[in-house]
């Protein structure tokens, strides 16, 4: 097999170089996640996880299918496993990203309740579909990793709205303004000096939410626009899909600016220069070059 038909196969894997990995640490990668799926316990010096808690194939046929049809990859390296260890009550589920010998590895879990398919509102099949983005992506590190996930949810509320936290920490300090101000609305008639509080929390929190809802607005605003760009010189929308979810923020940025020929010219220069842009070249550009130029 030739180098471009392995990155091709790569590419349909979810096997995404980052945009700072260079070619040695890409591939070395690769060869870690594949041995890792067949034997994730040699990994760990304390293996938190048991190997009967394993998400086994079955449970991924949906999710492979919404995963292809979205972003056009289907990561058959995943390492998944059941537990509620340091998980949030907010969680059903999360990538861990760790560093082995520099490179970097994932493991998703998810809460216990989902073998039984639910957690809350959410069901199994659309929180793999999330962690698996993550995972596809375990080699970036951008502000638009949420949005690009919960791209993929069933709920057109959670499409337009999950990505406005990052992480989690966001989302305890917005349930501590959140708490105290309801706290102090509630026991204010009581104790005088709590309407002062009220006002101070009740306003940092729509701030806050305020702020959120603004960055969310800002990051879709520029995806949209690249996106419109971008699907003048793909012309299919699934593959204008594609390639921005292999994208840096700062691309993604540029792009907004580019015309359809500057695009163009800047994946012609990165093939040569990156082998992330040579994949997403072979997978999106290469057959629709002639039309154009």
Known sequence: MSTDEKLLSYNQRGLIPGPNETNEQYYQRVDFCEKFFLDPASFFSDCSFSLKDRVVRQDLDWVYAKLLKTYDIAPDYLVAFYSDKDLYFFQGACTWVFDYKKHSLAVVQLRKKLKKKKYFFYDREEILTHEMAHLARMAFDEKSEEMFAYLLSSSVFRRAFGALVHDEKEVIFFFILFFVSIFSFVFSSYFSFLTSVFNIFSFATFGYLSLGLYRLFKQKRVLKKAAHKLLKVVKFQRSVR????RMSDKE??????????QIVEFVHKQKTQSLRWRMIFLAYFSKVENKIN
Request: net charge positive; proline share 7%; aromatic share 14%.
């Open 252 to 261: 993604i940025l540029q792009f907004t600016k580019m015309s359809p020929q």
């Open 242 to 245: 594609a390639v921005l979810f």
